[in-house]
């Protein structure tokens, strides 16, 4: 069946040829299209790995007139102090800019066994882990015992530890040569911050040392149902304080608006992609109609010899699922490259799974074109084709 | 021959409807997309409000400090004190507008919280940039020297602070813990326009952070205005041998980069040191080509289908003498005829989305049109998608034999 069903596209290659052309692109769009669904998706799927709301950011610029590392550890130390006085105020903690869900990122790469590996940065301070609820999975968070350590203690999060470190135990390894050694002191669930659909990346968090503080952002739990008053209040004092601009973000906010710089373009290229695809569903269906306009003679002959609508409407529809199947075999091999070539770095089961999806797509897509003609089809009366002729 | 043409055409497309809407949604769904396309690229480009003076302005935006030794550079906007010091004092330009790169900061109205965008500006930034001042004036040379508070706000910016009010000019808005004095209101500007956006204007002397401080690197921006477009070659020496004679301000960092240049130019390198604008070019054709591609074939494919429903005629046609050439001629004008129907429907739709876009808060006072660049544009797009959907169809059909052709019906 199968055997005689390729012979018959090959009697029309010419015709067919563009037909396959078509579907073959048409896949590789629907591939891109569930590539990227299926990236959000498993992104989205994954934990936060910490709680940020009613946390608070304060970013300023430090004071011109203090430029010591000292004096600025002073500083810091006497803003916390007043912060800390404030009630509605209930973990504070300093860290660099690059706070969740901003854009700002500092990355570097460590090396653990002559293994080179590259991580997000974070200063931290001993109360980071408190206000944004770091679930820690092993070991422990920096503690003011930490001043005494000869070598820098780290924390590094549960991605990282899988990369470097693999199955063995990460706390209380060593990395990098002397004299910039770290010394992990323990392991953290993994923090997505860059945004709900955004992948995992390694981070190392470095205890916030003296020099630090130059370029330091504020962390603020506040207590819940704290409102714009209370913030009206805090930014005044902060701002005479400080004495440089200053700016209060919400951490949800923030989530937000990261969040959409992601989700625009993909709608946006869902919504082109999804007409692109009507389009073809259109045209396909058109041609699909037309081409049994045209071999009437032959339907009608064998329903003459006896062959029952529905044979003949199976035909058809098979016809153009062979005919889809070559597409796809094509365009399967291109998209196959992706997860072999490693193209744009996305986990190879992502492209595995979209690749199925778009197979699956494309065939109900045939399918559903190539019914409705063959309905038609089936119901003609070889009487009437035959007698056409 | 071409009313002919004209004839044939409309009267193979009425003939099956179910096709003629394919082809049309096809066509006028592809050119919706490259007409938005060219509008919002258009929009950035072209020399809109308040930036009117674009064609005869060169941007310095950046500067580049390298480290030969161990490849390392730095990078970002520059300080007041060398724009001021350096740029100001230059003598190709007619004016040099000198403004900060706008930061966020809060105010808080009636226990409702503001983001407000702060930009800090020279007196000759209300020159060379044609704002358009709802009430009040700009603030002066003399109010900037004496370090006066006095603010000019956008539109939105009054209507969130002071709501639904007349007149604001003489009164105070607070920000950033500071209370301005209202001096004018200027019509609100797109963050598609980094140069130019912002909600509160200010003078750079009020500024928290020291002006004056002698580094190169800092958060302004400067607008250089030419008297005439000749003058770019005369302005772009003069920068680059100012530029050429700065003193390190590091020792690594021995080798300082910066230019003077067109608007697109400037940003492109902003980002993407070397041939940016080229990159762009290439990502943006690939992107059109590729929304071209599927519709073309979609159209190939049923113009293929439709050639037998007429084979009669051109058998007809054919016997009587006709060419080969004159069929394909003739096709490809009915597909380019086919084309600009769809074209038509094409601009109403991206009208109509393009109104959706300018009335949606995406982006705040944004206002997306075609005019008659995008037009041209979109009408060339028209042309070349006609041709290439024509052209294999119209070979195919001439090729008919007459005997099949006549045969078949």
Partial sequence: MIKHLFKLIWNKKKQNFLMIIEMFVSFLVIFAVFSLLVFYYHNYKQPMGFDYNNVWVVNYSSPENIQNNDSLTLFANTLKQMLRSMPEIKEISFTSNNVPFSNSTSNSGFNYNGKNVMANTYNAEDDYAKVLNVHLLDGRWFTSADNVSKISPVVINEKLKDEMFGKENAVGKIIGKKPDQLKVIGVVQNLKDKGDYQPIENAIFRRMDTAGYKYATILLKVAPGTDAAFESKLFKTLSNAIGTSIEIEHLDKKLVSKNKIFLVPAIIFIIVASFLIINVALGLFGVLWYNINKRKNEIGLRRAVGASGNSVSKQLVGEALVLSTFALIIGSFFAIQFPLLNVFDLPASVYIIALMFAIVFIYVLVIICALYPGKQAAAIYPAVALHEE | ?409
């Avoid at chain 2, 209202?182 to 797109?190: H, I, L, Y």
């Avoid at chain 2, 005829?337 to 109403?348: H, P, S, V």
């Fill in chain 2, 1 to 409: 021959m071409l009313k002919n043409y004209f004839k044939i055409a409309i009267a193979v497309l009425k003939r099956r409807k179910f096709f003629t809407f394919i082809s049309l949604f096809g066509i006028s769904f592809t050119l919706t997309i490259i007409i938005v396309l060219a509008a919002f690229i258009d929009n950035i480009l072209s020399a809109n409000y308040p930036e009117t003076n674009r064609d005869r302005s060169l941007y310095i935006i950046s500067m580049q400090q390298r480290d030969p030794v161990h490849q390392g550079q730095m990078s970002g906007p520059l300080s007041f004190y060398f724009l001021n010091h350096f740029v100001s004092t230059m003598k190709t330009p007619a004016k040099v507008a000198i403004s900060s790169l706008f930061a966020s900061t809060n105010t808080y109205v009636n226990n409702k919280k503001l983001v407000i965008n702060v930009k800090y500006t020279n007196a000759d930034f209300w020159d060379v940039l044609q704002y358009q001042f709802i009430e009040g004036k700009p603030y002066t040379k003399q109010q900037i020297n004496n370090g006066e508070h006095v603010a000019v706000i956008s539109e939105d910016t009054k209507k969130e602070y002071f709501g639904d009010v007349s007149s604001v000019v003489g009164k105070y808005i607070e920000a950033d813990n500071v209370q301005y004095r209202v001096a004018g209101v200027v019509k609100s500007v797109p963050v598609t326009q980094l140069i130019s956006s912002g909600d509160l204007f200010l003078p750079y002397t009020v500024s928290k952070t020291d002006y004056n401080a002698k580094t190169y690197m800092g958060s302004y921006t400067a607008v250089l205005l030419a008297n005439s477009k000749s003058d770019f070659t005369k302005i772009k020496d003069e920068y680059a041998n100012i530029v050429s004679k700065l003193p390190p301000e590091n020792k690594d960092f021995n080798e300082i980069h910066s230019f003077a240049d067109t608007y697109l130019k400037s940003f492109l390198s902003f980002s993407n040191a070397g041939n940016g604008v080229t990159i762009i070019l290439t990502v943006i054709t690939a992107f059109i080509l590729f929304v071209m591609l599927l519709p073309t074939l979609n159209l190939i494919n049923i113009n293929i289908s439709r050639i037998l429903e007429r084979s009669s005629e051109i058998g007809v046609r054919k016997a009587f003498g006709a060419s080969s050439k004159t069929l394909v001629w003739q096709f490809i004008v009915e597909n380019i005829i086919l084309t600009f129907f769809g074209t038509a429907l094409g601009l109403l739709f991206s009208f109509i989305i393009l109104q959706v876009i300018n009335n949606s808060d995406l982006i705040s006072n944004i206002h997306l049109t075609i005019n008659f660049t995008v037009l041209f544009y979109s009408l060339i797009v028209c042309l070349v998608f006609g041709l290439l959907s024509g052209v294999y169809p119209a070979w195919r059909m001439s090729r008919l034999q007459i005997v099949t052709a006549l045969k078949a019906q």
